[in-house]
């Protein structure tokens, strides 16, 4: 490229640059402007509930942010720094500082998990009921945003950036119940009594952690039942188990002469099979803030062999 072209190249971009640069100077003709946001409700509110968790309780409550970009050049979100507040609760602070590139007159979406903070998880119990009936949660972000062109940040005076209210996804259900069949078994067969160890894994899949209780567990060999246990109030975290072992000892009257014989063969390692069937009600607990009962339902039918 000749001498000349390459300095008028340079010139020209040098200019581009001081123009651009004089574009973010606050109160300068054509100065850029923030990003304006738009609340997307879908994925947005609380997605995460665990006030009995055996640790420390905690909420997460989830952002869905679209950033438009109202100026005719890209510029990049660099900076959303602020503060969260729910039902009119100061909830958590919210610091965006990853980045995202918007186009000129475009837009980009962004998510925001805000951890609850603990102080704020007493004064919230009753937001926390409402979402998990399915009403409107009230919300408000307050940040101070700031944004990146060719490596200048501007940052623009704090204010509200959204507010109104959403529903969250959230809903107390039912835990699964998965047989536990390596600690489980037949331990022996007597003619005045049978006892088996019953061993299964209470599973919470859900986002919401509860205390799980179920008072009256029928056990059926067969279909015939022939025990019941309890499940104590138990800490089930979201996403997590626990663990119930329970020794039956049951007289072989109650079994009949076939399903004595099947456990026979399987206290002494032979081949058999024979279902085992479990159950009862929920009563299910999200402590302070709302309780369930789920009505008598089969929580396990599962073959023994």
Do not use: K
């Not at 997460?60 to 609760?89: H, M």
């Not at 894994?201 to 039942?225: I, K, Q, Y």
């Not at 109030?233 to 009949?256: C, D, F, H, K």
């Not at 024979?274 to 159950?279: G, N």
């Amino acid at each position: 490229m000749p001498h000349g072209a390459r300095q008028l190249r340079i010139t020209i971009t040098l200019v581009t640059a001081l123009v651009v640069l004089g574009a973010c100077i606050p109160g300068a003709d054509g100065a850029l402007g923030p990003p304006t946001f738009r609340f997307q409700s879908e994925g947005s509110g609380f997605v995460r509930l665990d006030l009995a968790s055996v640790t420390a309780p905690s909420a997460t409550f989830r952002v869905v942010l679209d950033a438009v970009n109202p100026n005719p050049v890209p510029i990049r979100l660099a900076l959303l720094e602020g503060d969260l507040i729910v039902a009119s609760v100061p909830s958590g602070r919210v610091r965006f500082v990853d980045g995202i590139d918007l186009p000129a007159r475009g837009q980009g979406r962004l998510a925001l998990d805000v951890t609850i903070a603990a102080d704020a998880l007493p004064a919230l119990r009753g937001a926390f009921a409402d979402a998990l009936l399915g009403r409107p949660v009230a919300y408000r972000l307050d940040a101070e945003v700031g944004i990146d062109v060719i490596g200048v940040v501007q940052r623009f005076p704090r204010t509200t950036v959204v507010a109104g209210e959403v529903r969250s996804g959230l809903t107390l259900a039912a835990p699964t119940v998965r047989y536990d069949a390596a600690a489980s078994g037949v331990r022996s067969v007597a003619f005045d009594r049978v006892v088996f160890d019953l061993a299964f894994h209470v599973e919470n899949t859900g986002a919401v952690g509860m205390l799980v209780s179920a008072p009256d567990v029928r056990v059926a060999f067969g279909g015939r039942t022939v025990a019941t246990v309890q499940i104590l109030p138990t800490p089930l975290p979201a996403g997590g188990s626990a663990r119930v072992v329970q020794e039956l000892v049951i007289n072989p009257t109650q079994l009949g002469a076939a399903i004595v014989a099947d456990l026979t063969r399987l206290a002494a390692g032979q081949a058999a099979s024979l279902r085992i069937t479990l159950s009862g009600a929920w009563d299910l607990e999200v402590p302070g803030v709302v309780s369930r009962r789920i009505e008598a339902t089969q929580l396990l039918d599962v073959p023994i062999e």
